[in-house]
Every structure is written in C-alpha cells, then in structure tokens.
C-alpha cells in the first residue's frame, strides 16, 4: 500500500473519532448547562471548549462563554479550521484519497454523512437544533464504523483505521481526563474529598461510559472508580488500557504483513509494560496528572513513529 493511502486512511478515522468526541463533549455540555445558572453554564462551556484544545482560538475570536457562541465555534464557524463541519471535510478528502481500497458501503456511508451534516451546518445552529445535529454527527460516525467493520478486508487499510482510530480516542479520553479531573479536584488528596456527582456523571458521559460504569459500579459516582474505569478497564472499549491493547494487536499486524516490526511496535511495548503493571493505587501514588501527562506523549510518539515507519509521505 502506498504511504500516502495509508496516511489517508489512517487520519480519515483519526479526524472521524475527533469530530465524535467533540459530539460527545457538546452533549454533555449541554446537560450540565441547562441545570446552572449563567454563571455556571459558562464555565462549563469554558471547560468544553478547553477540554476540546481549542481555549486559545476561542478567546482570540470571543469575549464570552455563553452556549450558542461556545457549540457553533466548536460545531461550524469558519474561523475554526478545527471545528466539526471542517473535520468531517477531512473525513470525506481522506475517505477519496483511499476509494481505491475501500468499500462502496464505507464510501457512501462518509459521503452521504458529509451531505446531511454540511447542510445542517450551513447556517447557524440554534438551541432547539443542536441536539438533533450532535445526534446527526454520532450517528455519521457509528454508520461509518460499522460500514468499515462489516465490509472492509483484515487487511493493511483495516488496520492503519483502527489504529487512527484509537491513537485519536486515547488522545481524547487522556485529555478530557485530566483537564476535567483537576476542575474537580484540585487537589491530589482525593480522599475524603466532596465532589460533586453531576460533574463526574458528566465525564462520564463525555466519553459514552455512563451506561458501562454504572453496569460495573452500580450508581455509587466515587472519584477513584472513576478514574480506574477509564485509565484500566480494558473492558471498556474507550479506557486507555482498552485503546493501548486495540492499537498494540492492529501494529502487530501490520509488522506481520510487511516481515518487520519498526519504532512504533518498540514503543507499543513500553507503553504496554506501563499499562500493565499499574494498579489503581500506584496511579495515584505517581499522580493522575503527571501520569496522564506522559500517556499523551507515548501516545503521540506512538503516531509520529507509525508515519515514520510505514512512510505516510513518500
């Protein structure tokens, strides 16, 4: 397979899982700011558009956190080449890019997402739409993956999807992770600590687990299984140990089919040694942030090598 296929391939997903997470961040958003008073309901807005990276461009173009400025930015303004609408452009330049090694099935999936999506967006989007068009944008993604797992061949292009797919969603779940952690909890000394259950409901939700912990946990919101859920629960299919195995099994597949294992493989290995031998209690012993810290830059490490090892720009 060519580099720039590969490259293709493997930032379509990348940017696909981007502009689901940004859905899922702007729902949960949305819950937490209708049950606040203004005050509140734009700080919550302001820790969206942080979480999402984006603080700075934001405040370069708004003096104000309310609601419909804060999704639109994040959804549709044309002065955020990071917002939702450019990076399902993306998704569909990248899904042509690669027509040549996917379905006819993953193709229309994009292609028709883009067409309903760029059209919701084409104006701006009020208070009674957002819902329908955050629901429109998490659908476009689980009609693309499921079009990817249903009918794509196990071969080299299924594997560099998925693995964008998790280098994206374990850049995200680290990210949501420690800013949102430490909005709740300033301080290392986390037990004992009154936090309030909404906010942790809220990440929760940011990441599609509320469902999941609640199924594992019961109801009881408690800091430390929280945080266990999400960073080691390889049940959980958006955890970090969860992505770190996904990403491991789609590169070691990849050295099989080219007879070679390259940086990327090298550093999967650490970070999976890493993974393993933490416990809930040596996490916190290091320190959340300090841990999530490095995460993000194994895993960005992780990305560069995997450019580099199957060179996406040749």
């Not at 195995?245 to 650490?270: C, F, I, T, W």
Request: net charge negative; proline share 1%.
């Amino acid at each position: 397979m060519l580099g720039r296929t590969a490259n293709g391939l493997f930032w379509m997903f990348r940017y696909l899982e981007r502009s689901e997470n940004a859905a899922r961040l702007i729902d949960a958003g949305l819950r937490m700011s209708l049950t606040r008073d203004e005050e509140a309901a734009e700080a919550e807005w302001r820790s969206v558009i942080e979480t999402s990276g984006q603080r700075a461009q934001y405040e370069a173009h708004h003096g104000s956190y309310t609601g419909v400025q804060a999704w639109n930015y994040l959804l549709r303004e044309k002065n955020n080449p990071a917002s939702v609408r450019s990076m399902l452009g993306q998704v569909r330049t990248n899904a042509r890019l690669a027509r040549n090694v996917i379905s006819d099935e993953l193709w229309e999936a994009v292609n028709e997402s883009w067409m309903q999506i760029d059209e919701q967006m084409s104006r701006p989007v009020g208070q009674n739409s957002v819902g329908d068009v955050v629901a429109m944008i998490r659908l476009a993604g689980t009609r693309t993956h499921g079009a990817m797992a249903g009918t794509l061949l196990r071969d080299e292009g299924f594997h560099f999807a998925r693995a964008g797919t998790m280098i994206e969603r374990a850049d995200s779940i680290s990210r949501i992770l420690d800013i949102k952690y430490y909005l709740l909890l300033p301080s290392l000394s986390y037990v004992g600590s009154s936090l309030d259950t909404g906010q942790w409901d809220n990440i929760l939700r940011s990441v599609s687990g509320d469902r999941a912990y609640t199924s594992v946990y019961g109801g009881q919101m408690d800091s430390r299984k929280i945080i266990e859920f999400l960073v080691l629960d390889d049940r959980f299919p958006r955890s970090l140990a969860f992505c770190h195995s996904d990403l491991r099994q789609n590169l070691a597949a990849l050295a099989l089919l080219h007879g070679k294992e390259g940086a990327s493989n090298e550093l999967m290995r650490e970070s999976d040694i890493r993974l393993t031998d933490l416990t809930v209690d040596k996490l916190f012993e290091i320190g959340l942030h300090q841990f999530l810290v490095e995460f993000s830059s194994t895993n960005a490490a992780i990305a560069q090598a995997i450019a580099e090892d199957y060179r996406f720009l040749a």
